[in-house]
């Protein structure tokens, strides 16, 4: 029997073991023939030798990973743990993947496998849908992705737009002229251009067109060539407009399309483009969909157990709804 000790003197171990030692304890089912124990900042190892290195191995993968993407979940250490994916996430710990360098050393760059995935599809495909709930950093790939093409020569203009659609308020009753009553609405994407363009210079891309950021409604007729640009909040463009929009793309265009299926601010008698449009252009090549989930959510750690609770609250009112319905037809 041989006896090895790896030490985490530089990271949390909470961050790698997990709540409770979850990732921990999978990594001990899958090599059950180890004695694994942990103690403070490290873990002792006791079993064969080829046991130890091979567990080794899996280990500098899950510490990669946290390194890569600030985190590890559950289901990163399920993935990890596949033999049969080792190379291709050796294959992206490898790469040189930082999309911007952002105000104050900033490095901007992709922080989770499926925002990774919308790096990828970026670079194979010119149209790319990105779904999935608040927090998990739809956008801010979206305009990364943007800038850096910008900034590469690949394109000549970025444009910026979202629905201007009221969640909850009334734009009639917000001070100024059009563009104030708007400006709150695309607020995210000029949040998000702050962090990767000194001021002076995103000031003069705005006065000079080289950046737009405008409503939906103002895409209305033109047609877009050498263009980077990003519909957000597109879970609010209705079926036409989300036509209107994906049908601007002229030579030499990217478009993103970022959105939140669970958030749709429409009147109820308006459904949202976004919900039908997977089903409609899943088949065509040069379109790719990605979709994020609860283990991209980069803000607070209460975010996802919040957007957990409205989806399970969602499913029992589903469910409710559907046993209603099977007893009104059986009466």
Excluded: W
């Amino acid at each position: 029997m041989t006896e090895k000790n790896i030490s985490l003197d530089s990271i949390n171990p909470l961050e790698i073991f997990g709540v409770n030692d979850t990732n921990l304890d999978l990594l001990k089912n899958y090599f059950p023939k180890l004695r694994v124990v942990a103690r403070g900042t490290e873990i002792k190892i006791i079993g064969t030798e080829d046991g130890i290195l091979e567990f080794e191995r899996k280990f500098s993968l899950m510490v990669m990973h946290y390194e890569r993407f600030g985190k590890v979940g559950e289901q990163d250490v399920k993935d990890l743990l596949n033999t049969e994916s080792k190379e291709k996430i050796m294959e992206s710990f490898e790469r040189n993947d930082v999309l911007v360098h952002g105000l104050h050393g900033k490095l901007i760059k992709a922080r989770t496998p499926n925002q990774q995935k919308m790096v990828e599809s970026c670079k194979n495909s010119d149209l790319v849908f990105a779904i999935g709930p608040a927090g998990t950093g739809k956008t801010y790939t979206a305009v990364a992705l943007a800038v850096q093409a910008l900034k590469n020569k690949e394109i000549r203009r970025i444009i910026l737009t979202r629905p201007a659609v009221e969640a909850g308020e009334n734009l009639g009753f917000l001070p100024g002229d059009l563009k104030d009553k708007l400006d709150p609405y695309l607020q995210p994407l000029y949040d998000a251009l702050h962090d990767m363009l000194p001021s002076q210079k995103l000031l003069g891309y705005l006065d000079d067109g080289t950046i737009e950021i405008a409503p939906l409604a103002f895409m209305r007729g033109r047609t877009l060539d050498n263009v980077f640009a990003i519909l957000d909040e597109a879970q609010n463009a209705t079926e036409n407009q989300l036509k209107m929009f994906l049908t601007r793309m002229g030579r030499s265009a990217k478009f993103i399309v970022t959105g939140d299926i669970t958030q749709v601010d429409l009147p109820r008698n308006q459904s949202s483009g976004l919900i039908q449009v997977s089903k409609i252009l899943q088949n065509i090549p040069g379109i790719d969909f990605i979709f994020l989930n609860e283990r991209d959510i980069i803000r607070h750690k209460l975010v996802i157990k919040i957007i957990n609770a409205y989806s399970n609250k969602s499913e029992n009112t589903n469910n409710k709804n559907n046993t209603n319905n099977e007893r009104s037809n059986k009466n």
